[in-house]
């Protein structure tokens, strides 16, 4: 295999953690450097993977046909009843619109869209093409709003002008524009909202489960299952509890300063942090000791069902090497403890969007040697994927290939997949297909690509 090189611009956004390196100052939250094929989606891709599962909203997505191909149907994110968020409309901007300008052509198709599919909100998305042409698409929502009495939300998530992050804020700034415009009667001192859980395979639903058992009423999920009246009625809830915390800190951010609704941060995946989310809510609610009692009955029951399951699991994994490449780095943290406990070791973690307090804490929980990578792309994951003989690459989509191409078992933790990765069965769910993947008998016939020269 020929020499794979890091570019010169990207060297700063790569660590070794070894015993020598005294200081870590990896360099992140920037924007690409040009000419690495960044493994990011855009600013309107992220916004767009946020606000996808509000199941009874419209989405419109002002621009070229293209942008709105590229994220038609991009989750795996399933509804209990409606089911308007899998339509993926378009302006489909041409030539002409481009010089004249595509206010009209938004307007006419709200209209029309509003009265044939009668949404509870929509979100407007701005692309690329509307940063240059300069549409002003707040006017057109609040004209729209006005007239057929919904929210109307502009999204602003032109593609250019960031980072996928970018896009996470400007999805946070549409939803908190209705985050307090319904009634919160009704709403009981042992309540909170899901944030950040997107409720892929249904995994919101086994999370909501959990916290019920305990006694607990979910306001909302944004946006898992999400409903555009729970989330009008969300700032009447106790607590925000932040799963994905990159792309929803800044909602229960804002939620604290505007209601004064503390938040926690939490991750749904592997044992250790899935009894941890259940724990902390309990104490959160201390005055109410039940509470408490119920989530150790809960984590009882499923860790006991679980372990020996998992102990089968490690008898063939231990030793092996994964490496992990996610959207946000906190996701990252998770999988380091899920795959300790298959007795794997994670050589190489990386993340998308992650940022220095993030990294800081990824050179904390690996061993010596493992690489930590901001921004990757396919080049130098495929460099370090051989250099580090690695057994399995845990990531999305786009890093799939790069792991098939190198003859490395992949497992999908990302937003496109079919099965429930989160909860005590989704622990199940991911050693399994871990397992399934690592020991497949097709490596035989598709065996590892050799080391570097
Ligand atoms: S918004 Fe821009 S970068 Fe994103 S898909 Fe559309 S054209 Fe591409």
């Known amino acids: 295999m020929e020499k794979l090189e890091i570019l010169e611009g990207r060297k700063k956004q790569v660590f070794e953690k070894n015993k020598e390196t005294e200081t870590f100052d990896i360099k992140c939250e920037t924007t690409s450097l040009s000419g690495s094929v960044s493994q990011r989606a855009c600013v309107f891709c992220g916004s767009r993977v946020v606000l996808y599962p509000v199941a009874d909203a419209l989405h419109v997505v002002h621009g070229p046909i293209g942008c709105a191909a590229y994220t038609w149907d991009i989750r795996g994110a399933v509804s209990s009843g409606p089911e308007l968020h899998r339509l993926s409309f378009s302006t489909d901007l041409k030539e002409m619109d481009v010089i004249y300008g595509g206010e009209k052509k938004l307007y006419k198709s709200l209209l029309e869209l509003i009265d044939q599919y009668e949404p509870k909100a929509a979100f407007i998305y701005s692309t690329c093409i509307i940063g240059l042409i300069g549409d002003d698409i707040d006017a057109v929502c609040k004209k729209v709003s006005e007239e057929k009495g919904i929210p109307v939300l502009p999204v602003h998530s032109e593609g250019f002008k960031g980072t996928k992050k970018d896009g996470y804020k400007a999805a946070c700034d549409a939803l908190m524009k209705i985050v307090g415009t319904g009634s919160t009667e009704g709403i009981g001192k042992y309540s909170i909202n899901i944030l950040g859980e997107f409720n892929l395979a249904g995994e919101a639903w086994i999370i909501k489960d959990y916290y019920e058992q305990m006694g607990i009423e979910v306001v909302s999920t944004m946006t898992g299952d999400g409903r555009v009246d729970d989330i009008r009625r969300s700032h009447g809830a106790s607590l925000n509890i932040v799963q994905c915390s990159g792309s929803m800190v800044r909602l229960a951010k804002t939620m604290e300063e505007k209601y ?194």
Not at 284 to 312: M, W
Request: hydrophobic fraction near 40%; aromatic fraction near 10%; charged fraction near 25%.
């Open 260 to 453: 004064g609704i503390p938040y926690l941060r939490v991750s749904y995946f592997g044992i250790e942090d899935m009894s941890k989310a259940l724990y902390d809510v309990a104490s959160h609610f201390s005055d109410n000791p039940e509470i408490l009692q119920a989530a150790k009955k809960v984590v009882s029951r499923e860790v006991g069902e679980l372990y020996p399951q998992l102990l089968e699991f490690r008898k063939a994994l231990d030793g092996k090497k994964a490496a992990i490449y996610v959207g946000g780095a906190f996701k990252a943290f998770s999988l380091i403890k899920a795959l300790d406990s298959l007795g794997m070791d994670v050589v190489l973690a990386g993340s998308q969007t992650g940022n220095k307090d993030d990294y800081e804490g990824l050179k904390g929980m690996c061993d010596e040697g493992t690489i930590i990578v901001d921004d990757s792309n396919p080049v130098e994951l495929s460099k370090f994927i051989l250099e580090k003989e690695v057994d399995l690459l845990i990531g999305g989509v786009k890093e799939r290939p790069i792991a098939y191409k190198l003859g490395v078992s992949f497992c999908d933790h990302n937003h496109e997949r079919k099965i429930p990765l989160a909860g005590f069965i989704g622990m199940y769910n991911f050693a399994k297909e871990v397992y399934e993947s690592v020991m497949s008998p097709v490596w035989q016939f598709a065996p590892r690509k050799g080391g570097l020269s």
